[in-house]
């Protein structure tokens, strides 16, 4: 599954593939996303959260999901703080 990995230690987005899980054997089983295999401090936040975003562009509409991390203890993500507000974390989309 290709992503943009926002991570508090870049300075830029990244373009990463997430791993999936398969829910059975066969081809038609459901694969689902596995954002830990991404996202770090696994120890300080274990909890990963998640989001779906539509983007409205003319007669189209682009959905996204967005998997988080946020806490306190987590490093400022420069790349998706702005102004007085700053976010903790790490972000896929």
């Known amino acids: ?22 829910s059975g ?4 089983a459901q694969r689902f996303p596995v954002p ?6 696994a120890a300080v936040q274990p ?7 539509n983007v ?3 007669r189209y509409i682009h959905r996204f999901c967005i998997f988080f991390k ?4 987590l490093r400022a993500n420069m790349l998706l703080s702005t102004g007085g507000r ?3 974390g ?4």
């Open 25 to 28: 054997r066969s081809h038609a």
């Open 70 to 73: 946020r806490h306190l203890r």
């Open 56 to 58: 409205w562009e003319g």
């Open 1 to 22: 599954l290709r992503c943009r990995l926002y991570s508090a230690s870049w300075t830029r987005p990244c373009q990463v593939t997430m791993l999936t899980r398969c």
């Open 86 to 88: 700053k976010f903790q």
């Open 47 to 53: 909890y990963v959260h998640n989001c779906f975003v």
């Open 36 to 41: 830990e295999s991404l996202l770090e401090e």
């Open 90 to 93: 790490d972000a896929v989309v």
